[in-house]
């Protein structure tokens, strides 16, 4: 066994409250082995709001840390949180680490993994992740461009920070539902025990407010053993009610030293707010999300868990609604899917059916009347079919609708913007278009299957990926990372810091080659802004082509 295999915190970065005289526990790591494996690395950056700090590593020997504090800081003030934790190393290599309990809490114990005398784990030939395993973060590199960022591999440590008789875990489910979160439990717990032999495990009752608000409810294999092949959540789950105080009070006062959160962007923003209020008040309590989005909207990963499963339940309604369609004269189909700011699940559901005519997603700018126009589009399809099927993301076309002007402004607890029913009103339009205007009779059928899909169990491609996030975030909080959000990256599972999954969101890039795909599919044209389309009148291609910015000129 590679005796250099110990939590990349602990041998890579020292403790930022470390005293130089401060005794090194029975069982910690050697001082000097802790930095052999980050030779190669030129630097170590800790970021600070107030305060800037940089380590410097030599070959042989560990530099002290130099601080300088703005003059405008009060010696009295709290100390600020990190921001982002940097190892620069040759050739452009960044790696976005994940924070560390021994980074604030100086002379933590260090235990032995006991997956290491786990028979299950006999036949495995490596049990633990290298100290130095790192995933990039972009795989498609040129010969002479930079190795760029690149996040810590999940998995198994030697080392572990939590002794297993100690530790008194938590999970939390909020946000709205989704395929796979039961899954998502019941592997952390079985994860916890099987493997760790973990035997507290507690579940929020109602999302964040259940913190404070309700009794946990006790979780171990015998009560989660089949709760996978049921939808929801059984833990329950609200949005907002955010009181972080009140949060890590209960963390606190319960003696809770695990979190686990699972939620999306909204959620992992809380749980950011809840890491760093942790770390303020010196608790040794790890922090571990695991990203939860419908709409595979969270960016950095490759995919979010539950969206295989949306995508393969959206194909009935699709093919429903081409059912009814085409059983009738001018027979019109449409699908409202979900895809708040995102059109994945559309964009996938239309690619992966083919019996699509026109996909419409939040990204990808549309008008109505006009040449070029989607009625102009139906009347074409319905001459050319006699039928047609339209699916539509929920946050496509809101600026077309002048009643939702003053909804615009308005969000719901979780702090999501309230749409209108974007797919109703299309449909009414649309009717009232051909009835009234066109004099043509239309059949149309609107289907929404938004809560039948959110509601269902997570198909099996999503069960696995349920269970590798799950004990991935298991693996991470027990070797005393915190801070972070278990992903998949490339492939591969990650260590992912919070900032960057809460930075941005994952949007649909209608100039990248899957929207052309669709384009491709349906025949559809990219809806060019009516300018546009008279000045080029004559050219039939111009319909097609997509802007560099996927929006219609203003000028």
Not at 237 to 260: A, E, L, M
Not at 309 to 325: D, G, L, P, S, Y
């Amino acid at each position: 066994m590679d005796s250099l295999l110990a939590p990349s915190s602990t041998s890579s970065f020292p403790s930022l409250n470390n005293n130089s005289n401060s005794r090194i526990k029975h069982n910690s790591l050697p001082s000097s082995l802790g930095f052999f494996n980050l030779r190669k690395f030129s630097t170590v950056s800790f970021g600070y709001s107030r305060r800037s700090c940089r380590l410097r590593l030599s070959s042989s020997r560990r530099s002290k840390t130099k601080c300088s504090t703005s003059p405008t800081m009060s010696s009295s003030a709290s100390p600020e949180i990190p921001q982002p934790k940097i190892v620069n190393g040759p050739g452009g290599y960044v790696l976005e680490d994940v924070p560390h309990l021994s980074d604030y809490i100086p002379d933590l114990p260090v235990y032995s993994n006991p997956l290491q005398d786990n028979p299950a784990y006999s036949v495995v030939k490596q049990y633990f992740v290298h100290v130095d395993d790192t995933v990039p973060q972009k795989i498609v590199v040129h010969k002479n461009s930079p190795r760029g960022v690149h996040f810590r591999r999940a998995g198994p440590r030697q080392k572990i920070y939590f002794d297993s008789d100690d530790v008194h875990a938590c999970i939390v489910t909020c946000g709205g539902l989704c395929p796979g979160l039961n899954t998502v439990i019941r592997e952390i717990v079985c994860g916890l025990f099987h493997m760790y032999g973990v035997k507290k495990v507690s579940g929020i009752d109602g999302g964040y407010r259940g913190f404070y608000a309700k009794n946990t409810v006790h979780l171990d294999p015998k009560v989660v053993n089949d709760i996978h092949k049921r939808g929801g959540t059984i833990l329950g789950t609200s949005r907002g009610g955010h009181d972080t105080s009140k949060i890590v009070d209960s963390i606190q006062d319960r003696g809770i030293n695990q979190v686990y959160i699972i939620g999306g962007d909204g959620t992992q923003r809380g749980a950011s707010v809840i890491f760093e209020e942790i770390r303020r008040r010196g608790l040794k309590v790890s922090v571990a999300g695991i990203p939860k989005t419908i709409d595979n909207d969270i960016p950095v990963i490759d995919r979010s868990f539950g969206f295989d499963t949306a995508v393969e339940e959206a194909q009935r309604a699709i093919n429903a609604a081409h059912v009814e369609a085409e059983s009738f004269e001018n027979g019109i189909g449409l699908v409202k899917l979900m895809g708040r700011y995102s059109g994945f699940i559309a964009m996938y559901a239309t690619l992966a059916s083919r019996d699509v005519d026109c996909c419409l997603i939040p990204e990808s700018p549309f008008y109505l009347e006009g040449p070029g126009g989607l009625f102009e589009y139906i009347e074409r399809r319905l001459k050319e079919n006699g039928h047609m099927v339209l699916v539509i993301a929920e946050g496509a076309g809101q600026e077309l609708l002048s009643e939702s002007l003053q909804s615009m402004t308005q969000k719901d607890a979780s702090g999501n913007r309230l749409l209108q029913d974007v797919a109703l009103w299309i449909s009414q339009r649309i009717k009232d278009h051909f009835s009234k205007e066109r004099k043509m009779t239309i059949n149309l059928k609107y289907i929404d299957p938004t809560y039948m899909i959110r509601a269902i169990p997570s198909n099996a491609s999503d069960n696995v990926y349920c269970t590798l996030l799950a004990q991935s975030a298991v693996h991470g909080a027990m070797a005393g990372y915190t801070g972070f959000t278990s992903g998949l990256v490339n492939g591969r599972q990650t260590y992912i810091p919070f900032y960057r999954i809460t930075e941005t969101q994952n949007k649909v890039v209608i100039t990248d080659r899957m929207w052309a795909r669709l384009l491709s599919s349906t025949n559809q044209p990219s809806f060019l802004c009516p300018k546009e389309i008279l000045e080029d009148q004559g050219h039939e291609e111009s319909s097609n082509e997509l802007l560099d910015n996927g929006k219609c000129s203003s000028n």
